[in-house]
């Protein structure tokens, strides 16, 4: 059934109806105002008005027929169809509410009753469009036009008296005439007497007497011989071709009347399946809470022209998982997902929507593993017969970033990208990976590429303002512009995003009111004036709590808040308070790797912290298996706690495929194998990590640092001059370089200035670095 989708309201239109409602409940008010936070998804504030309508208006059946739509869109159809039977006493003839009634009965297995609603909508209008629909989508037959009455055969009773009176007082005749109608009448009686039954009211002898005219024909045919006058002998079968042509005259322009009717009307059904897809493929591209309505609501139309179109159901299907798994969906998000995807597998049809909507209920339902290993056949089988599929990659670009696997899923969400150049929600991907990979700088271009064609796409909104907030010296200002626009934009995001934008605010009061402690009067109002933030330590701590409470009471079962608010905690020192609320997170979801790296960071920031982070670390691993950067972290943790061979075991693992990109695992190898003086496996293991730093040049002048002290260490002097030299290159503000190519210059007397000059730049770049009094030695 089609309900006419509510124009997306602004914030002031809202706040209007609510007012009038407020004012007057009795009022009118309450319809708008319910259509509005229907169309919004606010279910339960919808239910609410609908209910006051009721009641202020007891004899209508609006009110009623309201408040089921507000039912049926959250799958709870029996409940819809008790409100609709309510309508239905107050109006039985109510065309709305016998469509929606019939409707939701066969949907729940009432069929008959189904029916006849449907069919009485259908003779209250019938040419309503919405009636039609549904009739054609459950195959309700419309009522057949009555035949006209056969007046001329069913006006002559006159004729059958005259012949029977003769035959009535002989008593022989009558049964001899009545016996061969006892045998199947032949091909050429039930021909006749199919096309035209006898009146109801036609007296029951009447329709044996002309079925007993045929046989006795057919007897003459046979016995003429016993006639006295010659008859003209008749062709065998003539009666049976007569009747067979006129048939055909009659029936051959019904049949090709019916081919082009059904012709027409099968066009007219695959063009309006086609138009409607269209229209759900341009709105899921939109990658916002509204549009994944929107093409709910476009696939559903779909699946009213043909119930069994898989391409609709693998729509539905993906559009629900989204909407359960990154919008807070609930359970009926999520069971309209697990039955559009049955429903389209049942078909067996190739649809790369059915499998990527596969993968992501998976993923969402727990089984994260399994999800990769099914979509990563899939991706292959298609990449072999040329069919390579964006969305594929995209999705298992996204499930792998979240198993911990990003170089995996860097390469992948870029295939995907290079796809499809101009989808929003792949760029956004792009960002929270790079993000993730500590390349800020990237990931900021990707989500302002996300924002170029999706204008507060609101993702990459959160994405940027939580990536500024990450940094030391943060733009504090810009970050709020964009989460002010985040919690105002409309149509409004989900209440998830809109609970995650509230978090964020929270991190940026307090990041903003630790900054402020520094700072001169002037400094401060200009700072309060940017972010909206108070310089009153108090007030802020206030609008700190309130924004967290608000987000929190928006929705209490996202992990990302409690890992937003653990940020928040480590930015304060609070690693105890930070560890708890990123434990929350990780209850809630144990599949997702980044919340165990967060767990990690926050345990190492406390003194003593490595062995608890390395347990967690372990735990993860038992459960989600062998993720690189799990690995690489609890790597870390071993070597923070002097536990070398152990860390060395995890990094080796992390890079056991040796395709696999993981440069910080090898980092750490080739600067423990350096330590050891296995000159050889250090220059192997960093010479692979140098390579790999693409686009981070800090990182880099690392990796180039530590192969040069390799070098020094073999005695090739050559060799580690022009490395020192690299590393410089690469980051001219990577301070450790200037001290250690200083020490190794310091060595030769010729080189005695350079090695000075070196060791001052690295005091005025860091004059609190750990290396500051042995470069002032030299």
């Known amino acids: 059934m089609s309900n006419s989708p509510s124009k997306t309201l602004s914030p002031a239109e809202l706040a209007k109806l609510e007012h009038a409602f407020a004012s007057d409940p009795s009022s009118e008010a309450y319809k708008p105002l319910a259509e509005a936070y229907l169309a919004s998804g606010r279910f339960m504030e919808a239910m609410v008005v609908c209910k006051k309508g009721v009641k202020a208006h007891p004899n209508r059946a609006d009110p009623r027929l309201l408040l089921a739509r507000v039912y049926q869109d959250q799958g709870k159809d029996k409940k819809a169809l008790e409100e609709v039977l309510g309508a239905l006493q107050a109006h039985p003839s109510d065309r709305a509410s016998l469509r929606m009634a019939g409707a939701l009965q066969l949907k729940t297995g009432e069929a008959d009753a189904g029916r006849a609603n449907l069919l009485k909508a259908y003779e209250a209008d019938p040419a309503d469009p919405d009636t039609l629909a549904l009739m054609q989508q459950y195959k309700v037959q419309p009522p057949a036009a009555a035949a006209p009455a056969p007046a001329p055969v069913a006006a002559a009773p ?17 049964p001899a005439a009545a016996a061969p109608a006892a045998p199947a009448p032949s ?26 005219a045929v046989v006795v024909d057919e007897d003459d045919d046979v016995d003429d011989d016993d006639d006295d006058a010659p008859r003209k002998p008749r062709k065998k079968g003539a009666d049976k071709n007569k009747f067979i042509t006129l048939g055909l005259l009659v029936a051959v322009p019904i049949i090709l009347g019916g081919y082009f009717v059904q012709g027409r009307m099968a066009a007219t059904r695959n063009r309006e399946i086609k138009r409607q897809l269209d229209i759900a493929t341009q709105e899921l591209k ?11 609501k476009a696939a559903d139309a779909a699946l009213n022209a043909d119930p069994d179109s898989t391409a609709a159901h693998g729509y539905l299907a993906y559009a629900y998982a989204i909407r359960w798994g990154e919008h807070g969906g609930g359970d009926d998000a999520r069971k309209k997902a697990e039955d559009h995807l049955a429903a389209a597998q049942k078909s067996g049809e190739i649809s790369s929507h059915l499998y990527a909507a596969e993968a992501l209920v998976k993923t969402y339902g727990g089984k994260g593993k399994d999800a990769l290993v099914d979509l990563e056949k899939r991706v292959q089988d298609f990449d072999k017969e040329g069919k390579r599929s964006s969305l594929l990659y995209l999705t298992l670009g996204l499930i792998q970033m979240n198993a911990g696997d990003m170089d995996r899923a860097k390469d992948n969400l870029e295939k995907a990208q290079g796809l499809s150049p101009d989808d929003p929600r792949i760029y ?3 960002g929270a990976v790079y993000r993730r990979l500590g390349q800020d700088g990237t990931a900021w271009k990707n989500y302002d590429f996300a924002l170029r064609y999706e204008k507060d796409h609101p993702e990459s909104l959160l994405g940027k303002s939580l990536l500024m907030l990450e940094q ?18 409309s149509p409004p995001p989900s209440p998830r995003q809109l609970a995650a934008a509230n978090v964020a605010r929270a991190l940026l009061i307090s990041r903003v009111s630790t900054a402020m402690e520094k700072m001169k009067p002037d400094e401060q109002a200009k700072l309060a004036e940017a972010t909206g933030v108070p310089t009153d330590k108090e007030k802020a701590r206030q609008e700190l709590t309130k924004a967290e409470d608000t987000g929190f009471t928006l929705d209490r079962n996202s992990p990302e808040l409690f890992l937003i608010k653990g940020r928040r905690l480590i930015s304060e020192n609070q690693y105890d308070q930070a560890a708890t609320e990123i434990r929350k997170a990780v209850k809630m979801d144990g599949t997702r790797a980044q919340f165990y790296v967060e767990l990690a960071k926050a345990l190492m920031g406390k003194p003593g912290g490595e062995k608890e982070a390395s347990e967690a670390l372990d735990t993860a691993i038992k459960t989600m298996g062998n993720s690189p950067k799990l690995l690489t972290m609890l790597g870390n943790a071993y070597r923070r706690q002097g536990k070398l061979d152990d860390a060395l075991a995890k990094y080796q693992l992390s890079v056991k495929d040796a395709n696999a990109k993981n440069p910080e695992a090898r980092l750490a190898i080739g600067a423990i194998y350096r330590e050891r003086g296995s000159w050889d496996l250090a220059q192997e293991s960093l010479e692979k990590a140098s390579t ?11 990796a180039l640092l530590e192969l040069a002290r390799v070098f020094e260490g073999k005695g090739d002097s050559a060799k580690a001059d022009e490395t020192y030299q690299k590393a410089l290159n690469a980051d001219e503000n990577y301070a450790p370089a200037y001290y250690f190519y200083a020490a190794f210059l310091s060595k030769d007397k010729k080189q005695a200035t350079k090695a000075k000059a070196l060791a001052q730049e690295y005091v005025k770049r860091e004059p609190k670095g750990e290396f500051v009094a042995r470069a002032q030695a030299l």
């Open 428 to 430: 956004a991907a792009l």
């Open 286 to 296: 939109h990658d916002s809470y509204a549009s994944y309505q929107e093409a709910c």
């Open 692 to 702: 790999e730093y693409i686009g981070q040049p800090d990182k880099a002048a690392t």
């Open 472 to 489: 030391d010296e943060a733009n504090f200002g810009l970050a709020a512009v964009m989460l002010k626009k985040l919690l105002e934009v």
């Open 158 to 174: 006159a004729p059958a008296p005259v012949a029977a009176a003769p035959v009535a007082p002989t008593p022989t005749p009558a």
């Open 187 to 212: 091909v050429e009686a039930e021909a006749p007497a199919a096309r035209a039954k006898p009146a109801a009211d036609e007296p029951a002898a009447r329709a044996p007497a002309r079925r007993a």
